[in-house]
């Protein structure tokens, strides 16, 4: 089996089409998450595709119009239509897994004893993580211990299976796990209502890619059905024009130029290689902050408040910082459900560097069945340890707070070294094996410059300077909504222009799907 | 007073959406993220490469580069030869053009440095690839841009999908007339050519990276793709299966006799010596024209077992598209096809090896 320049690894007879392409599962999986469309076969629904927009035509004003008491039930099935549209099949999974929690935790909070309470918190993590296990991890800890086993002479190829990984299984588990999570530690109330706690897991904004929602957040919102106001309506729009446009304009137009040079690094030279790694790392921020931008949008025109789940990340001074700010969702459940209660920093200072590490190299792990984000993990736990070792009881700074000129320089190195050690880790995450790996490092360091260095060189700056600008908006008014301070009239006429943009791409080009849709 | 501010509020709403648009643009520009069109229309050959446009594309493959001084991807070369140098043209679609991958990875790079490994001489490979040509274009390259090069050898790279001639394609029609072949060039009438022509005119203007998704849409049916936009695929089927049978609006095979008529211009300009042709079966050519080849004493390599021996190795000699009809070469077949013409062409004797025959074989060096 080798591994295709795409997300997952192709069997001999799909890349040479010795099979009936159209049949087989390989081609038809592998196809949905690399171009996000093949002709007859179901798809995600895109945020950046037409179905999506015509699947917000109909919901959006059909929900407005329906009496209050009907709208969770209408957003509910428009949730499970969202989710069958990619694979019926998987929405049989998503139900088991919300009436599992729903009657545990219901069960779990009329029982008075510790030990049974204990005992159904179990199997909610036996089955949730089951199911994650299985779908994720099942080929993943079979093919690695398949390695194992050839150094002893065993064959156990034969228990590879072939199966398709739900898309969202990640987000709508770790929802699920944190709900039951804070029932059994008396946090929450669980939930009355079984519709509103399917739409807790399912609601088709955040189900996919996350963000990552507790529900101590969303589900007293989605309890009282809101009414959006007209401040809602206008942010809810200016998050998706400013998401669509992060992931159309900036994410997918690097991504493919990363993914060419991914794909066969062999033929392009030591400025394509940085670049490519450059371009990814904006590719992989632009693509997922877009995908929150316009899921928090989305909610906001249901009136529903999604969390924030990217504050600049690349503005960090220091790698703390960086994952305060990255995927604050799954950091913070992390952090919440993982690191805390395996000790956090209250058993000494060896101890917290121990978690720090463990806590992150299961968040690698969580992206991806592979070792690549396990060691892309370790790394970032590596990173996190020796920086809380030389932080000592000390905590790290956040934001910059202004000062002295030598303050402003400070923050910048430490802006520019932090980008480097996130920049190097991005390598792991998406070369997808050890070879592409040690090619990207080798030639890299043995630096050749190659003709149109300048051009490329060129290209980066373009979207550094862009990504920076944005940020900086967003950084230096405090909101991500910072199109709402403009007047009205410039404001309308920013977004339009902003949308003429992002409709010429999208309609003439192949809509590309959401990086995090495979994890 | 309330039409004072309604026009302020109108003009400040203008201002800003040219403000965005122009911001737009400069992304665009900067990054690469579409690039100026470096192709026109061309009354001649329905297409052709603006000379010094720089080259960002991107599909089932990457290239970053920059069209030369002659319209031709690869690097500078003058025309005028000097004497030993060893010049091979290239003919063929976008499988010879080798957008796909940067100059040194495609077949014109590395046979270029096969040759000049193998025969010790300098040796130019002039990229006669155009995507989306066919027999017949290849027929009036060869005839025309080729022979200003004045090449050793021309070689001429066949698939199955060359013999196929679609007139909604803009490009000339080839028909029989008579004794010879007839070329309609009615294309340059067409609402495509004129739209295409007046929005690249626009690009004085400076607006070419919208103006070339605004032309991108155009050139397929803009109307279709902007208003209905992936829907467009379900209205093409639709429309193919209602139009397939309308004649002139379906791609059709090409006539026998058109195709005989082109072979024995080839072997015509072989005896002649004003150009060696070289006919390369690049996979699936049907037999009937490898025959009527042979018949006609044109040299063929065929590139295909070279293909098929990656493909034996687990390697797949193409990019790799869930849905796509042109599977190009990758970096791997590139390869393949491009050392399998190096031996050949000297092994044949096609070439000369070693500079002293190079001297000799090569008197119409200007």
């Known amino acids: 089996m080798r591994m295709r320049p795409g997300f997952a690894p192709v069997p001999a007879c799909c890349a040479t089409r010795a099979c009936c392409a159209k049949r087989c599962p390989w081609f038809r999986m592998i196809a949905v998450v690399r171009q996000g469309s093949v002709p007859g076969y179901p798809n995600n629904v895109l945020f950046n595709s037409y179905v999506f927009l015509l699947f917000m035509a109909v919901v959006l004003p059909a929900w407005h119009v329906l009496p209050r008491r009907y709208r969770n039930g ?181 991504g493919r130029f990363a993914d060419q040079v991914f794909a066969q690094p062999h033929v392009y030279s030591s400025p394509f290689l940085l670049a490519a790694l450059f371009l990814f790392s904006i590719q992989i ?134 980008n480097i050690l996130v920049l190097m880790s991005w390598l792991f995450f998406r070369a997808h094996d050890v070879q592409t790996t040690r090619y990207f490092i080798t030639h890299i360091v043995s630096w050749r410059s190659a003709p149109f260095a300048g051009r490329v060189l060129e290209m980066c700056i373009g979207y550094g300077v862009t990504v920076l600008v944005l940020d900086l908006l967003e950084y230096c008014t405090g909101t991500h909504e910072y199109l709402l301070r403009l007047a009205r009239p410039a404001r309308i006429g920013f977004v339009a222009a902003a949308w003429t943009g992002v409709l010429l791409y999208m309609f003439s080009s192949r809509s590309m799907p959401f990086i995090y849709f495979q994890f | 007073m309330r039409l004072q501010r309604g026009a302020r509020a109108g003009a400040i709403m203008l201002l800003a959406f040219v403000a965005g648009l122009s911001g737009l643009e400069l992304f665009l520009r900067t990054t690469g993220a579409s690039a100026p069109p470096f192709a026109r229309a061309d009354t001649l050959l329905g297409y052709a490469r603006i000379p010094g446009a720089s080259v960002v594309y991107y599909s089932d493959g990457m290239r970053i580069d920059r069209v030369n001084w002659a319209g031709l991807l690869g690097p500078n070369v003058a025309k005028a030869r000097k004497a030993g140098v060893l010049r091979v043209a290239l003919v063929g679609d976008s499988f010879v053009e080798g957008l796909q991958l940067p100059d040194p990875a495609t077949v014109r790079g590395i046979l270029e440095r096969s040759l000049r490994e193998r025969t010790g001489a300098p040796v130019q490979v002039i990229d006669l690839g155009f995507k989306a040509f066919h027999f017949m274009d290849f027929w009036l390259v060869a005839r025309t841009l080729a022979r200003e090069w004045a090449p050793d050898v021309t070689l001429i790279t066949l698939r199955g999908a060359s013999f196929v001639q679609d007139p909604r394609r803009l490009g000339p029609w080839y028909y029989l007339s008579g004794d010879s072949i007839g070329i309609d060039r009615s294309f340059i009438h067409s609402r495509r050519y004129i739209v295409g022509e007046r929005l690249s005119a626009l690009r004085r203007f400076g607006l070419y990276s919208l103006c070339f998704r605004a032309q991108w849409n155009f050139a397929g049916g803009w109307w279709k793709t902007f208003v209905f936009g992936k829907a467009a695929r379900w209205v093409g089927l639709v429309e193919r299966r209602f139009f397939r049978e309308q004649p002139g609006k379906a791609p059709v095979t090409l006539d026998r006799e058109l195709v005989n008529r082109v072979l024995d211009d080839y072997a015509r300009w072989n005896q002649e010596g004003s150009l060696r042709i070289v006919l390369v079966d690049g996979g699936d050519v049907d037999p009937a024209t490898i025959d009527a080849a042979r018949r006609r004493g044109l040299p063929m390599i065929r590139v295909g077992s070279a293909l098929d021996a990656l493909r034996a190795r687990g390697i797949d000699p193409n990019f790799w598209k869930a849905v796509g009809f042109d599977e190009h070469w990758n970096a791997a077949g590139q390869r393949a096809v491009a050392r399998e013409l190096a031996r050949s062409l000297l092994s044949d004797g096609d070439l000369p090896v070693g500079r002293r025959n190079v001297r000799r074989i090569s008197p119409r060096a200007r």
């Open chain 1, 74 to 254: 209408l957003l509910l099935a428009a949730s499970y239509v969202f989710y069958a549209y990619w694979d019926w099949r998987f929405v049989f999974l998503l139900l088991a897994s919300t009436l599992i929690d729903y009657h545990v935790a219901g069960a779990m909070h009329r029982q008075p004893v510790s030990s049974r309470r204990k005992l159904l918190l179990l199997i909610s993590l036996v089955a949730n993580l089951g199911i994650l296990g299985f779908f994720k991890y099942f080929n993943f800890f079979v093919d690695s211990f398949a390695r194992i086993g050839e150094v002893f002479g065993a064959r156990p190829d034969a228990l590879h299976l072939h199966v398709i990984l739900p898309v969202g299984i990640s987000f709508y588990t770790f929802q699920t796990l944190s709900y039951t999570i804070d029932v059994y530690r008396g946090r929450l109330e669980p939930s009355r209502s079984l519709r509103d706690f399917a739409l807790y897991v399912a609601f088709f904004p955040q189900l996919v890619a996350g963000p990552i929602e507790r529900a101590v957040n969303l589900l007293p919102q989605i309890s009282r059905t809101p009414e959006p106001s007209r401040e809602d309506v206008r942010a809810g729009l200016v998050l998706i024009t400013t998401g669509m446009f992060k992931k159309v304009l900036v994410g997918d137009t690097c």
């Open chain 1, 285 to 418: 921020y632009a693509d997922f902050s877009g995908y929150s931008s316009i899921a928090r949008g989305t909610a906001r025109l249901f009136g529903i408040h999604l969390m924030v789940n990217f504050e600049q990340p690349y503005l960090s001074a220091n790698i703390t910082e960086f994952w305060r700010r990255w995927h604050i969702s799954l950091s913070s459940w992390l952090r919440d459900y993982l690191y805390i209660p395996l000790g956090g920093n209250r058993k000494g200072s060896r101890r917290t560097l121990i978690n720090l590490f463990a806590t992150m190299l299961l968040g690698g792990l969580w992206h991806g069945a592979g070792w690549n984000f396990v060691f892309w993990g370790g790394l970032h736990g590596t990173y996190l340890a020796a920086h809380k070792k030389r932080l000592g009881s000390r905590k790290a700074p956040y934001g910059f707070r202004g000062g002295t000129l030598a303050d402003v320089l400070k923050f910048i190195a430490g802006v520019v070294a932090t």
